[in-house]
């Protein structure tokens, strides 16, 4: 179910019957057509032990069923809205960034100190975005908020990225990331409050920053 993009704040999908999305609570801002919204106590399709894994990881961003016949424009905050197109991977992205994705991705948990140990968990204490964050995988559309506008760096085998974890949005790919300190890396070139950490992400895929170090 793609998404139009209206402007850099506003995105349009359109419902059609038989299928289904799924949007962040109060993400709706105008509809045409015969469609519904449902609270979602499940969280997407992720099954009650994703729902259990989400609410211990503090991922429980209220979620509404989109369904019908019609065309719903999201928008959120007066965010900016990047829309990702997955083609079978998995994206990863904190709950509370997502506005709208299609009812076809398998909604999931992920355990941040699976990806870089014990440096993965660091990461979540430093940037505040927790131990656990939400994994989208299939075919469809996602549209997540960012502060500033976003810009997609692509990652590759031998070219990795380095991103100031504050300003890290999500990521998606076959992408390892690792916390790892620079003495004075944070103070010298970039605008955090002085922590010097910085996020390395390497493999295959594409890496999502901000322009902007606010949490939504």
Known sequence: MPFREI????????????QKMFSQRGAMLAYRGD????????GGQGGLM????????????PLMTVEGNGTVMFGHGGHHIQVINLAGDTLYVEADRLLAFDG???QGTMFMGAQGGVMGMVRGQVTGQGLFTTTLK?????????????IELP?????????????????????????????????????????????ELSGSG????QASEEKL
């Open 155 to 199: 990652i590759a085998p031998g070219r990795e990225v380095h991103v100031d974890p504050q300003a890290y949005v999500a990521h998606h790919g076959d992408v390892r990331n690792k916390l790892s300190t620079a003495l004075g890396w944070r103070d010298m070139v970039g605008r955090g409050s002085g922590e010097a950490f910085q996020l």
């Open 138 to 150: 299939g075919h469809g559309a996602v549209a997540v908020m960012a502060h500033g506008g976003v």
């Open 35 to 42: 469609v519904s919204f449902t609270p979602n106590i499940q």
């Open 7 to 18: 402007n850099s704040k506003m995105v349009e999908a359109t419902v059609v019957p038989g």
């Open 206 to 209: 594409a890496v999502y920053v």
């Open 104 to 106: 076809t991705l398998q």
């Open 50 to 61: 994703s729902m259990i894994g989400r609410r211990v990881a503090n991922e429980a961003t």
